[in-house]
C-alpha cells in the first residue's frame, strides 16, 4: 500500500462569496459542535474554510468575507493553546488540593490513632461517651517524671488542716503532696506498694480529670487534702484500720474521674449514652467508678498488685459503695441512717464504721466553705460558672432547667445560703457529735460563711429596693428642674 502522501494531489475549490468567485487550495474545515468554541471565538456555529493567505473565511452569506470578527489560523492555534495551558494549570492545581485534604485527613487519622494507644483516655465528647467495655485507660505518660518535691515541715503541718490554701500548688506539686499523704498515713508500707507504680497511678488520675471550671484536677486534691486534714483532727489512725484509711484516700482521689461538667440531672434529661448504660442511677459515680478501676486493672497503675485477692475484692467493693455515696441524691437517706447510728456509734460494728465513712468522704466533698472566705469564694464562682454552662445548654436543647443553676435567677448568696444552712450545717453537726473537736475549725468557719452569705444578700435586696427609688427621684427631679425654668422664662 503507498503512502499517503505520494497518491495525494491537491484539489482546488470554487466558492461564491458574496457574488465574488473564490479559489481555495487546502481545505480544511472545522465543525464547531460546542457553544464554548462557539462563543469564544466565533459567537455562532459556521463551517469556515481557510484562504490562500491563511485567513479564516465564513460560508455563512450573513457574514461579510475577511470581516474584523474572522480571525487569523495562527491567532486561533495561540489562543487554544494558552487556553488549554490555563485548563491545564488550574487541574494539577486542583488535584493538589485533593491531595494535601487526603493528606490532612491522614493525618488526623494517624493523629487519633497515635492518642487512642498513648492512652489519653478523656472520652472527649462533654456527654456523649466512647467508653467501649475492652477499652482501657492508661496515663499519657509511661514513666513518672514529675519532679519529687522536699516539702518544708510548715507546709507538711499546713496540709493536716481545712485551712490549707489549694490555689497557691501547681499540679506537679499537688501531686507530690498526695504521694506524701499515702507515705505519711503508712499505707505504702501496709499494702506494701511499689511507690513507683504509685506515682505512675497518681498521674493516670490527674490525666483523667478533666478541665472543668469545677470538678477538675484541683477539686479531687481538695476533697483529698480535707480528708487528709479529718484523719488527723478526728484521730482515725487510732479508731479505723489501716485499709479503711486507704478506702477513704483512694475514693477522695477517684471520686470525680473523667467528669463532664454536667450533672446527673443533665445526663437522664438528655440521654445520655452514660445515663442509658447505666438505667439512669447515678450514672455519672458509677462512671467514676469504672474508670478508677480501668486505671487500676493496669499493672503499671495497680497500687494494689501485692494484696491478696480477698482483700482487694473488699477494698473495690468499699470504694465503689463510697463513690457512689456522693451522689448528691442520696444525702437525705445517708446521713439519716448515720443520726440513728451517732448517738450509740460502735467502731467495732461494721455497719455503722460504713455508714462514717460514707458521711467523711460526702463532709470532704462538699466541704469548700470550711475553708476561709479567700481560699472558698473562688469555688462558688467556678461551680457558678459550670453551673451556668449546664443550664444554658439544657435551654438550648428544650431540657428542664434547675432554678439553682439558671444565671437568670441565681445569685451568689442565693446560691450560697440554703446549701450551707440546710445540707452542709446540718452535716457536720452530726458528725460533731462523734468528733467534737471538729466544731472550732470545721462547724464555725460554716457559721461564719452563712452569715457573710446572708449579710450579702441582704445589701443585694437593699440595691433591688434602691434601684426603682432612685427612678423616681430622678423624675421628681427633672420635673422640678422643669418648673424652675418655666418660672424663671416668666
Given at each position: 500500500?503507498?503512502?499517503?502522501?505520494?497518491?495525494?494531489?491537491?484539489?482546488?475549490?470554487?466558492?461564491?462569496?458574496?457574488?465574488?468567485?473564490?479559489?481555495?487550495?487546502?481545505?480544511?474545515?472545522?465543525?464547531?459542535?460546542?457553544?464554548?468554541?462557539?462563543?469564544?471565538?466565533?459567537?455562532?456555529?459556521?463551517?469556515?474554510?481557510?484562504?490562500?493567505?491563511?485567513?479564516?473565511?465564513?460560508?455563512?452569506?450573513?457574514?461579510?468575507?475577511?470581516?474584523?470578527?474572522?480571525?487569523?489560523?495562527?491567532?486561533?492555534?495561540?489562543?487554544?493553546?494558552?487556553?488549554?495551558?490555563?485548563?491545564?494549570?488550574?487541574?494539577?492545581?486542583?488535584?493538589?488540593?485533593?491531595?494535601?485534604?487526603?493528606?490532612?485527613?491522614?493525618?488526623?487519622?494517624?493523629?487519633?490513632?497515635?492518642?487512642?494507644?498513648?492512652?489519653?483516655?478523656?472520652?472527649?465528647?462533654?456527654?456523649?461517651?466512647?467508653?467501649?467495655?475492652?477499652?482501657?485507660?492508661?496515663?499519657?505518660?509511661?514513666?513518672?517524671?514529675?519532679?519529687?518535691?522536699?516539702?518544708?515541715?510548715?507546709?507538711?503541718?499546713?496540709?493536716?488542716?481545712?485551712?490549707?490554701?489549694v490555689w497557691h500548688w501547681e499540679h506537679?506539686?499537688?501531686?507530690?503532696?498526695?504521694?506524701?499523704?499515702?507515705?505519711?498515713?503508712?499505707?505504702?508500707?501496709?499494702?506494701?506498694m511499689n511507690p513507683i507504680t504509685l506515682?505512675?497511678?497518681?498521674?493516670?488520675?490527674?490525666?483523667?480529670?478533666?478541665?472543668?471550671?469545677?470538678?477538675?484536677?484541683?477539686?479531687?486534691?481538695?476533697?483529698?487534702?480535707?480528708?487528709?486534714?479529718?484523719?488527723?483532727?478526728?484521730?482515725?489512725?487510732?479508731?479505723?484500720?489501716?485499709?479503711?484509711?486507704?478506702?477513704?484516700?483512694?475514693?477522695?482521689?477517684?471520686?470525680?474521674?473523667?467528669?463532664?461538667?454536667?450533672?446527673?440531672?443533665?445526663?437522664?434529661?438528655?440521654?445520655?449514652?452514660?445515663?442509658?448504660?447505666?438505667?439512669?442511677?447515678?450514672?455519672?459515680?458509677?462512671?467514676?467508678?469504672?474508670?478508677?478501676?480501668?486505671?487500676?486493672?493496669?499493672?503499671?497503675?495497680?497500687?494494689?498488685?501485692?494484696?491478696?485477692?480477698?482483700?482487694?475484692?473488699?477494698?473495690?467493693?468499699?470504694?465503689?459503695?463510697?463513690?457512689?455515696?456522693?451522689?448528691?441524691?442520696?444525702?437525705?437517706?445517708?446521713?439519716?441512717?448515720?443520726?440513728?447510728?451517732?448517738?450509740?456509734?460502735?467502731?467495732?460494728?461494721?455497719?455503722?464504721?460504713?455508714?462514717?465513712?460514707?458521711?467523711?468522704?460526702?463532709?470532704?466533698?462538699?466541704?469548700?466553705?470550711?475553708?476561709?472566705?479567700?481560699?472558698?469564694?473562688?469555688?462558688?464562682?467556678?461551680?457558678?460558672?459550670?453551673?451556668?454552662?449546664?443550664?444554658?445548654?439544657?435551654?438550648?436543647?428544650?431540657?428542664?432547667?434547675?432554678?439553682?443553676?439558671?444565671?437568670?435567677?441565681?445569685?451568689?448568696?442565693?446560691?450560697?445560703?440554703?446549701?450551707?444552712?440546710?445540707?452542709?450545717?446540718?452535716?457536720?453537726?452530726?458528725?460533731?457529735?462523734?468528733?467534737?473537736?471538729?466544731?472550732?475549725?470545721?462547724?464555725?468557719?460554716?457559721?461564719?460563711?452563712?452569715?457573710?452569705?446572708?449579710?450579702?444578700?441582704?445589701?443585694?435586696?437593699?440595691?433591688?429596693?434602691?434601684?426603682?427609688?432612685?427612678?423616681?427621684?430622678?423624675?421628681?427631679?427633672?420635673?422640678?428642674?422643669?418648673?424652675?425654668?418655666?418660672?424663671?422664662?416668666?
Amino acid at each position: 500500500m503507498g503512502s499517503s502522501s505520494s497518491s495525494y494531489a491537491p484539489r482546488n475549490i470554487y466558492l461564491d462569496v458574496d457574488g465574488k468567485v473564490q479559489k481555495v487550495t487546502s481545505i480544511t474545515v472545522i465543525f464547531l459542535f460546542t457553544s464554548f468554541f462557539a462563543r469564544t471565538f466565533l459567537q455562532s456555529t459556521a463551517i469556515m474554510v481557510v484562504d490562500p493567505e491563511g485567513a479564516m473565511v465564513s460560508i455563512d452569506p450573513t457574514m461579510p468575507t475577511n470581516s474584523p470578527r474572522a480571525f487569523h489560523i495562527n491567532e486561533m492555534k495561540t489562543e487554544l493553546t494558552n487556553r488549554l495551558t490555563m485548563l491545564e494549570k488550574r487541574v494539577e492545581l486542583e488535584g493538589l488540593k485533593v491531595v494535601e485534604i487526603e493528606k490532612c485527613k491522614n493525618d488526623l487519622k494517624n493523629l487519633r490513632e497515635e492518642m487512642s494507644s498513648r492512652g489519653s483516655s478523656r472520652f472527649n465528647c462533654s456527654c456523649k461517651y466512647n467508653l467501649d467495655d475492652g477499652k482501657k485507660v492508661t496515663p499519657r505518660r509511661d514513666v513518672p517524671n514529675y519532679p519529687k518535691y522536699t516539702l518544708s515541715q510548715e507546709t507538711i503541718e499546713a496540709l493536716k488542716k481545712p485551712t490549707f490554701d489549694v490555689w497557691h500548688w501547681e499540679h506537679n506539686e499537688m501531686l507530690s503532696c498526695l504521694e506524701f499523704m499515702y507515705h505519711d498515713l503508712g499505707l505504702v508500707k501496709e499494702l506494701n506498694m511499689n511507690p513507683i507504680t504509685l506515682k505512675r497511678w497518681l498521674l493516670a488520675i490527674q490525666e483523667n480529670y478533666r478541665n472543668n471550671p469545677f470538678h477538675n484536677f484541683r477539686h479531687c486534691f481538695c476533697v483529698s487534702q480535707m480528708m487528709y486534714g479529718m484523719i488527723h483532727l478526728c484521730n482515725l489512725k487510732e479508731k479505723l484500720t489501716l485499709t479503711d484509711l486507704v478506702i477513704l484516700m483512694t475514693t477522695a482521689v477517684c471520686h470525680d474521674l473523667d467528669h463532664p461538667g454536667y450533672n446527673n440531672t443533665y445526663q437522664i434529661n438528655a440521654r445520655t449514652e452514660l445515663a442509658v448504660r447505666y438505667n439512669d442511677i447515678s450514672p455519672l459515680e458509677n462512671h467514676h467508678c469504672a474508670v478508677a478501676f480501668q486505671i487500676i486493672s493496669l499493672p503499671e497503675c495497680n497500687i494494689f498488685a501485692n494484696v491478696n485477692p480477698d482483700t482487694f475484692k473488699n477494698i473495690r467493693q468499699a470504694i465503689i459503695t463510697l463513690i457512689l455515696a456522693t451522689d448528691m441524691a442520696r444525702h437525705g437517706e445517708i446521713l439519716e441512717c448515720f443520726k440513728q447510728k451517732v448517738k450509740n456509734f460502735d467502731f467495732s460494728n461494721e455497719e455503722h464504721v460504713i455508714c462514717l465513712k460514707k458521711v467523711l468522704v460526702k463532709c470532704c466533698d462538699i466541704s469548700n466553705e470550711v475553708r476561709p472566705t479567700e481560699v472558698a469564694e473562688p469555688w462558688v464562682d467556678c461551680l457558678l460558672e459550670e453551673y451556668f454552662m449546664q443550664s444554658d445548654r439544657e435551654k438550648s436543647e428544650g431540657l428542664p432547667v434547675a432554678p439553682f443553676m439558671d444565671r437568670d435567677k441565681v445569685t451568689k448568696p442565693t446560691a450560697q445560703i440554703g446549701f450551707i444552712k440546710f445540707v452542709l450545717i446540718p452535716m457536720f453537726e452530726t458528725v460533731m457529735e462523734l468528733f467534737p473537736q471538729i466544731e472550732e475549725i470545721m462547724v464555725q468557719p460554716l457559721r461564719d460563711s452563712r452569715d457573710h452569705y446572708e449579710e450579702l444578700k441582704l445589701l443585694e435586696d437593699a440595691m433591688t429596693e434602691v434601684k426603682p427609688m432612685s427612678l423616681i427621684n430622678q423624675h421628681l427631679l427633672t420635673e422640678i428642674q422643669h418648673i424652675m425654668e418655666t418660672l424663671v422664662r416668666q
